[in-house]
């Protein structure tokens, strides 16, 4: 029987408003194939899109996030897709740096606000320019009464310096923080790799010493694939949580569809197209030379980034999977490893229903990855 092109009952519209950026971050992942500042405006119509998801979404759940470049570089068009989809759940993926300009009725269409930042203001200012780690904290706490959502903070945890009291510090500002290990060869030496592994020491520690959560989507994630095995599955109909092989689907500004914004260079990864008005199955899925379905993590990880193993296993790039996708493999054990030394079951068990309830069903997990 052949599988529908979206699995499950739910669809993520990943709508990249613009590739245009008005920051420069040193690490950013759409810089890879030219992808980055390569088609300013979108060009398909509204209606392509009404047309779009009448023929391949109707029936499904559909969220949209919208995402860029800055998506907020193209508030003209998130403002007409809000309009013209009122029930849709929204989110938006930002660099924060132009939170105050939103109208106060786009701030309350907002189910979540991911906003990107790199840890503390060193490590922040130092790839995404000066003055900006302030800049965008003093954004988020003029906006924060009026977004209807929460605002989680997403960190792409590339230094190494990158300190335990830096992470801490950002859930004093938002409601979640998720971060992720990046994506880049260099960035994982021995001794880079042994001050990661202390720091999520610390932040498992006090995850499990408090009587109230400690928001942190990879710690909470784990927990909960842990305590609750079958969560970590049914969202994602057993593949990776990332959604990249079920249902996210990343719409280039020319109406191209993706399955992940960091593969958007690749032409095999071409899943459909608005303009043209066909879909089909995510092309980024598991494949028998990935090691995930022999890892001792997959029964949490489920295979964390579709997009890693891929290159490193399938088109077999040796030096990426040495230098970044190996050593990420190893700070999720170790992650799955700090989890289990803290008896996440008693945890769980002696927990209020308030804090069960949110590592059980958080919604922000349907808009990250969940692993790091
Ligand atoms: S840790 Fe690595 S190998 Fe293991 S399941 Fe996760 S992605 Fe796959
Ligand atoms: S986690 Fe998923 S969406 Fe993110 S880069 Fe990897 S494959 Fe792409």
């Known amino acids: 029987m052949q599988l529908p092109a979206i699995l499950g009952d739910r669809v993520e519209l990943q709508l990249l408003t613009t590739l245009r950026c008005n920051l420069k971050c040193s690490y950013c992942s759409l810089g890879v194939g030219e992808v980055?500042?390569?088609?300013?405006?979108?060009?398909?119509?509204?209606?392509?899109?009404?047309?779009?998801?009448?023929?391949?979404?109707?029936?499904?759940?559909?969220?949209v996030t919208f995402y860029g470049g800055e998506p907020t570089l193209n508030l003209d068009l998130m403002m007409a897709v809000m309009q013209r989809h009122p029930g849709y759940r929204f989110q938006l993926q930002t660099n924060g740096t132009l939170l105050d300009r939103l109208p106060d009725w786009v701030l309350a269409g907002l189910s979540n606000i991911l906003v990107s930042i790199d840890g503390g203001e060193k490590v922040t200012d130092g790839y995404r320019g000066r003055g900006i780690y302030r800049r965008v904290l003093k954004n988020i706490a003029a906006v924060r009464g009026r977004v209807g959502g929460t605002l989680t903070a997403r960190v792409t945890w590339s230094d190494a310096d990158t300190s335990f009291e830096e992470l801490d510090r950002l859930t004093q500002h938002f409601d979640y923080v998720y971060f992720q290990f990046v994506a880049q060869d260099g960035a994982y030496a021995p001794e880079a790799v042994a001050k990661k592994r202390a720091v999520m020491a610390q932040l498992v520690q006090k995850f499990f010493a408090g009587e109230t959560l400690y928001p942190f989507i990879p710690i909470m994630g784990t927990v909960r694939n842990k305590v609750l095995p079958s969560r970590a599955q049914e969202r994602y109909s057993g593949l990776t949580q990332c959604r990249a092989s079920t249902h996210i689907l990343n719409v280039m500004p020319d109406g191209k569809i993706y399955p992940c914004p960091d593969l958007m260079y690749l032409p095999e990864m071409l899943q459909g197209d608005v303009v043209g008005n066909w879909l089909k199955r995510s092309p980024l899925q598991p494949h028998p030379d990935m090691p995930c379905e022999r890892c001792a993590a997959f029964a949490y990880c489920r295979g964390n980034c579709m997009k890693n193993l891929h290159l490193a296993y399938v088109k077999g790039d040796a030096a990426y999977r040495e230098n970044v996708v190996e050593p990420i493999c190893e700070l999720v054990k170790f992650l799955g490893e700090e989890v289990d030394r803290h008896d996440p079951h008693a945890w769980y068990a002696r927990m209020p229903m308030s804090v069960r309830d949110r590592v059980a069903d958080c919604a922000v997990y349907e808009y990250v990855e969940v692993m790091p």
């Open 36 to 63: 980055l500042g390569s088609q300013r405006k979108v060009t398909y119509t509204l209606d392509a899109l009404d047309a779009f998801i009448a023929t391949h979404l109707s029936g499904y759940e559909i969220y």
